[in-house]
């Protein structure tokens, strides 16, 4: 007859299920994994295997007590930890989606949208082409390994019960909004400059000659003009999505405290 003891039981609490809490609310939020395309029982099955493939490297995990009240309270930090990570690495696919909108309203392509799929919400189609280069460009420069490498780490700079985000960390997280608004607006501000230099020509046009249709001929040409200026700007697009990897990876090792 197998006998389990608590001292058994508090092991594979400490050993188990520690790093699950934590790898688990990294993969709800993450992109790729976190997408609403990925059943919720699928990314707990990810995580769970997950878990047991990094047990052999992991820190040792502290011996608590499998009905301690702490427990409640390191669930919460692993909880916030990965949330936190998923997060940041989130925000990086959302720059993308606000520029691509921010450019659909200028060019008057604000009433197509479409149903993005991963998050649930309808989008422009130009944020669904933004996203959509963003996701195959991160995918091929191994930017989900360069994730999930800053997870594993943060495992021996933030021990489970033992380490936890700081206020500094919280409050450079908070900030990391502003940086995908001003990035957001960094990448779509020349195609926005160009339309602001159309439409004040249209109102020129507008004022010097009262008879001319401005609005059927305004529309297709700065369609027209969006598009050529967005097709001249994706030559940097590569240089842009690295710095914006580079500065996503600082950030999040910031937080878990990586040198």
Do not use: C
């Not at 999930?148 to 943060?154: D, G, N, Q, W």
């Not at 000659?209 to 969006?226: D, K, Y």
């Amino acid at each position: 007859m197998i006998e389990i003891t608590d001292a058994q039981i508090s092991s594979w609490v400490s050993h188990i299920l520690w790093p699950f809490f934590r790898i688990t609310a990294f993969f709800m939020i993450v992109p790729l994994f976190g997408s609403r395309l990925v059943p919720v029982p699928i990314r707990i099955l990810l995580s769970l295997i997950t878990t047991l493939m990094l047990y052999p490297v992991l820190p040792k995990m502290p011996d608590i007590e499998a009905l301690a009240l702490t427990n409640i309270v390191i669930i919460a930090h692993q909880f916030v930890i990965g949330f936190a990570l998923g997060f940041l690495a989130l925000t990086l696919f959302q720059v993308f989606i606000l520029a691509g909108q921010t450019i659909a309203m200028q060019m008057g392509l604000g009433y197509a949208s479409m149903v993005d799929p991963a998050n649930g919400v309808s989008v422009t189609v130009l944020s669904q082409w933004f996203l959509t280069i963003v996701t195959l460009i991160f995918v091929s420069m191994n930017g989900h390994l360069v994730v999930f490498e800053v997870l594993v780490e943060s495992f021996y700079t933030l021990p489970v019960g033992q380490g936890f985000i700081s206020e500094q960390g919280a409050f450079e997280l908070a900030q990391w909004g502003g940086w995908m608004f001003a990035s957001a607006i960094s990448i779509a501000l020349p195609a926005v400059a160009s339309l602001l230099l159309v439409n004040l020509s249209f109102g020129i046009m507008a004022r010097t000659a009262p008879a001319m249709n401005i609005f059927s001929l305004g529309f297709p040409v700065t369609m027209v003009v969006g598009l050529f200026v967005l097709w001249l700007s994706f030559s940097g697009v590569l240089s842009v999505i690295r710095t914006h990897m580079l500065e996503l990876t600082d950030m999040m090792k910031n937080i878990v405290f990586i040198p």
